[in-house]
């Protein structure tokens, strides 16, 4: 399975835009990139996922370059109830195990 | 989507005890999946468990200690053997539904070993 890299942690306020970049130099040609989002005392949530270039849903964008090597999830204009953790995973698209990285704690401020 | 319902969603228990926690989903699926979120850490999968057959389980992790149960295809209980303090953790139990390429969580069982 491609180890994930990702920042520990990240600030950010009310209305802006949050980017975090993960970093998988060994994704394999069937991998997905899979981005869930975990509050305190509750179980991760699926957020989105992609193969390549760009997917967009009604909470997140996830940016995929050419190389896969790398993705980011763009969370526009954030709210303090968008203070999480966020987890990118690498692997099959569904049924599988997955494997946690260590995660990006996000921090809204007021 | 699935709803998972997790049982207890806390529990302290003494040392040198054990401790089964119930994991019911709402439809039928393949595979459960066990996870242990120790505090401020990530998840790790500790066994996937499957109906009729034996769980398998992650390195690590064995079936002396994290005995899991799969009698039908909504249902799995996760029991934490003979625990330590080294065993306080969130323990989390997850699905897939059908084709769906999102993976459904509990809540999870909030373990703490006094």
């Known amino acids: 399975l491609a180890k994930t890299t990702q920042p520990i942690s990240m600030d950010s306020y009310e209305g802006q835009e949050v980017n975090i970049t993960c970093s998988h130099n060994?994704?394999?040609?069937?991998?997905?990139i899979t981005w869930y989002q975990q509050f305190p005392s509750q179980g991760p949530r699926f957020i989105i996922q992609?193969?390549?270039t760009k997917v967009t849903n009604e909470v997140a964008s996830l940016f995929i370059p050419a190389d896969r090597k790398s993705s980011t999830l763009s969370l526009p204009r954030v709210s303090l109830s968008d203070t999480a953790v966020y987890y990118c995973?690498?692997?099959?698209?569904?049924?599988?195990?997955?494997?946690f990285g260590g995660g990006t704690r996000v921090l809204v401020k007021p | 989507s699935a709803v998972i319902s997790q049982k207890p969603s806390r529990d302290i228990c003494q040392r040198g005890t054990s401790l089964t926690i119930q994991c019911q989903v709402d439809s039928q699926v393949t595979m459960m999946f066990w996870y242990r979120q120790q505090p401020g850490q990530s998840l790790t999968l500790i066994a996937t468990a499957n109906q009729g057959s034996e769980a398998t389980y992650e390195s690590g992790f064995v079936i002396d200690k994290f005995p899991i149960s799969r009698p039908n295809l909504t249902f799995s209980t996760l029991t934490v053997s003979n625990m330590s303090p080294e065993d306080s953790s969130i323990y989390l139990c997850s699905v897939f539904k059908g084709v769906d390429t999102e993976a459904f969580f509990g809540q999870g069982t909030r373990l703490t070993v006094v």
């Open positions: 995973l690498v692997g099959r698209a569904a049924g599988n195990k997955l494997t």
């Open positions: 060994n994704i394999a040609t069937n991998d997905y």
């Open positions: 992609g193969y390549k």
